[in-house]
């Protein structure tokens, strides 16, 4: 069974920064990709970053330059580091990663953490 526990969540001036982590019980941790979602209110939620493989990184065009996706294999974690922040920013942000078995796509979530920026 594969769990997904997000942290470090909180409320940071404009300009800020944050780093969240996401850390990852169950096996294979390491070859799968991981990703960071976020959903503000009223909006779908949108791909933010994703890591693959060895470290081959991609991001949404609204925090390039910005935001940092790194994983830590023999911790079983991800991470988001966030700086300048900025109040388009604030939304509930999840980590993701998947399971291909027989086949079968399954998606695994975590239960989300709040980011709030202020202006």
């Known amino acids: 069974q594969v769990q997904l526990v997000a942290s470090g969540g909180g409320f940071v001036q404009a300009g800020g920064s944050l780093r969240l982590s996401c850390a990852v019980s169950g096996s294979m941790f390491a070859i799968w990709p991981m990703a960071w979602y976020r959903q503000a209110p009223g909006k779908q939620r949108e791909l933010v970053a994703n890591?693959?493989?060895?470290?081959?990184?991609n991001y949404a065009d609204s925090v390039k330059g910005r935001f940092v996706i790194s994983r830590d294999n023999t911790k079983n974690t991800a991470y988001l580091q966030m700086n300048s922040l900025k109040p388009e920013d604030t939304a509930v942000y999840y980590c993701?990663?998947?399971?291909?078995?027989?086949?079968?796509?399954?998606?695994?979530w975590g239960q989300g953490t709040q980011v709030t920026v202020s202006s």
């Open positions: 890591i693959i493989g060895a470290g081959t990184t």
């Open positions: 993701n990663t998947l399971r291909v078995i027989a086949g079968v796509r399954r998606d695994y």
